[in-house]
């Protein structure tokens, strides 16, 4: 892009795994039972090692109710959440300067919170993505400081009913998190406020922050988490200090809303205006990042706000992964398949291997 053009680039060293597998990866994980749930029905038959999943659907005999999926990587229900993403590899590309997107997508209580944020940031071993993603970036940004000087900046704002809302908008705030010093260019969200950040902790506070004020403007409180979008980015700045060489790079952690469609004869007023939203700007990214897998000359930013804000982040040498969420439950088989086509549909192309049969 053209503000990353006009910097000298620090030389990238690079070597992850998105290098020779494209940008945009998929990841199938599946939740566990819950206590009181029934085991025996489940939609999921198998997964395999190398990506593949076989749904079927309970009430359907025979061949006719299975459906076979590939993805880069399907993990169980009893994958660790320290197994299911060595972020490292990712953070030193945002280190190196490029652009990361990280997100959950599935329908509610699929396990989209768990993946991302795991259930209890006490815990260092249950973390999920987003706390493992800043523990590496503060830990291999602090060990370059010989060479490079990072500046690590951060914005949260939240996408309700396609209204774009500054999650960290506060005065008390900006005592605690003082203001970054200038609005750097390339921005996602130009008018929102950025923070500065000197550690894990600190943007753990940001986040924390962030959701009180997402509760607050609820309009009904235990749903508004599931029904926006919110993104976390986290800004960088690197100076290499031999050369004088500079760099940016951003990491994106989306918290995606549920993706269930809401029955329209049952949905009405607020209810039905969201569902309609949430579809829109779902389909809307599906649309991108297949419009991007397809090396496509016209890809579709302006058509939500989640891929406005996203629009830096996914295309171009942005690296893009999906974790895919399934609840396994019997009741869940029609949003489950509707979720694995929506994912089928993004990581299909791009990695250009044959995909499902029926
Ligand atoms: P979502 O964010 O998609 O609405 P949650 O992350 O809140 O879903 O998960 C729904 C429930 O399932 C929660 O009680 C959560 O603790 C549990 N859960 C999800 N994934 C796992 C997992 N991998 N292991 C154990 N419990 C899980």
């Known amino acids: 892009n053209s503000v990353r053009n006009e910097v000298m680039i620090v030389q990238r060293t690079c070597e992850d795994e998105f290098k020779s597998l494209g940008n945009i990866r998929v990841y199938c994980r599946i939740r566990p039972f819950l206590p009181g749930q029934n085991k025996k029905l489940s939609t999921v038959d198998y997964i395999s090692e190398n990506g593949e999943l076989l749904v079927v659907n309970p009430s359907k005999q025979g061949k006719d109710g299975h459906r076979m999926f590939k993805f880069n990587k399907v993990f169980g229900p009893a994958a660790s959440q320290g197994s299911i993403l060595d972020t490292r590899p990712l953070i030193r590309s945002v280190l190196d300067g490029y652009d990361v997107c990280i997100f959950a997508y ?67 705030m900006q005592k605690k998190y003082p203001l970054y010093h200038s609005q750097p ?17 600190d943007v753990l506070g940001l986040m924390q922050l962030g959701l009180a004020n997402r509760a607050v403007g609820a309009t009904a409180l ?35 809303a549920g993706s269930e469609r809401v029955d329209r004869s049952e949905a009405t007023g607020d209810r039905l205006r969201e569902a309609q939203h949430i579809n829109k700007s779902l389909s809307a990214l599906g649309d991108v990042i297949f419009a991007l897998a397809q090396k496509s000359s016209h890809v579709p930013y302006r058509n939500s706000k989640l891929t406005q804000v ?49």
């Open 106 to 172: 599935g329908q509610t209580g699929s396990g989209k919170t768990y993946t991302m944020s795991g259930p209890d940031a006490l815990s260092k071993e249950e973390w999920g993505v987003n706390y493992r993603a800043l523990d590496d970036l503060f830990h291999i940004s602090r060990n370059r400081r010989n060479t490079i000087s990072y500046d690590i900046a951060v914005q949260m704002v939240e996408i309700y009913n396609e209204q774009v809302r500054d999650l960290l908008l506060s005065n008390g």
């Open 185 to 201: 260019n390339g921005l996602a969200v130009p008018d929102a406020s950025i923070h500065s950040v000197k550690s894990t902790a």
């Open 222 to 256: 235990n749903e508004r988490s599931s029904r926006s979008h919110s993104v976390l980015s986290v800004h960088v700045r690197g100076l290499d200090m031999e050369t004088g060489a500079s760099l940016r790079g951003t990491l994106h952690l989306v918290d995606l």
């Open 310 to 358: 996203l629009q830096t982040s996914l295309g171009g040498q942005a690296k893009t992964l999906m974790f895919v969420q399934i609840n396994p439950e019997a009741e869940s088989f029609s949003e489950t398949v509707s979720t694995l086509k929506f994912a089928e549909r993004v990581s299909g192309v791009e990695l250009g291997a044959a995909r499902s049969s029926k």
